[in-house]
């Protein structure tokens, strides 16, 4: 089975690699690029091959998504983006739904999901995008911002409240009432698109609502973004991988005081705490994907640790590797400049590190080290 990486795929990742200094300056990617990757299922990779999808398992999903992550943050962004609608979709979605609208996703057509806006972050119980059913369709009113991919979306799962309860539908961007405005400047992931999406009186079939019924909003919520945290954590050890990278040839081949600066003890400790960083955030997504592929009810609080450890380490990784490559990496478009604006972005998204904190602490105060206790008996 195709892992994604290889073989048949070598042409379009070793593109991407090629073209991403580029595409971060230009604050762009060809759309061709995006639909050749997502007419090959890989944007999504998680999809069964019944919906044309690769079908692969959460490891190896993962493994593909570093991969990505090291060669370039916006290529990863769109692809965690396309992976949560699925996922959502998967989730959610009644069988015609599913039959309707994964085939897409692994056909070409491009994805993304909008919960945030302006005054609902951190506090999604805010949001105030509205869904009113209407005889046999739906109408769409409200605002998202910074919605990663919007500006190449064929289509985004927007969620909104669904009278006491929320739900999330399948809007397609060229619905009359749906109006797009890309972010200018972005600090990182410079060339994922994100966008603003105004939605006024978009009216849709009813058929578009995910399940066909409201859910509790915690729940809906839960759901998508435990794929989009997943996929964010392996991000960030791909970012970690591309750093060391860049880091140790250079610290191997740049001489200064007569050596070569990764022999200079100061020089070598960041190495060390590069390589560190790496290796912890890939344990805890290791560890995560685990819990993914058996089922495990420590799915959602694992997926949580994982994201808030892989963008800490990502944050801090990146700072040693910047440091290491001095003027050499300081250029717009170079790898590890790159990685150094991106890896702030993933404390921020997909759950806030101090949100994740949050959860992290409330399931520690209810658990205290029980679960600790019930994986070192396993
Ligand atoms: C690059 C990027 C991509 C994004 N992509 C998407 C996307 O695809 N879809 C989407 O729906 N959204 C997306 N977002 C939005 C993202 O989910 C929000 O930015 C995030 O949830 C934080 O919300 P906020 O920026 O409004 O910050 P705020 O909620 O205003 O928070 C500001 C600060 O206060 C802290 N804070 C807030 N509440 C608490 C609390 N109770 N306790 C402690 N600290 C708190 C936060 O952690 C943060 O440090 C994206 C954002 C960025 C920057």
Redesign the pocket.
Known sequence: MSDGISPGHEDIWRSVGENAGGWDIAGEIPRTVLTELGAAGLLCAEVGKQYGGLGLGSQESGQLTAYVGSLCSSVR?VM??QG?AAWTIQRLGTREQRDVFLPQLTGGRLA?????EPE?????GAMTTELRLDGDTVIVDGS???????AYADVIVV?GKLGDDAAAVVVPTDAEGVRIEKIPH????RA?G?AQVRLDGVRLPAANVLGGTGLPLPFLVTTALAY?RMSVAWGCVGILRGCLDAVTEHARSRRQFGKPIGEHQLVSRRVAELYAAEQVATAVCRQAAESWESGSPELVIATVLAKHVSATEAVRGTASAMQIMASAGASDGHVVARAYRDAK?ME????????C??ELARHALATGNSTVRQKEAQ
């Open positions: 962004s965690t983006s949560m993304a999901v909008a919960f945030s609902a972050g951190s506090d999604l998202k911002t910074w919605i990663t991919a919007a969620i972005p600090m990182g992931c994922a994100h989009g972005l921020i998204i997909e759950g806030s590190s101090e949100i904190q949050l």
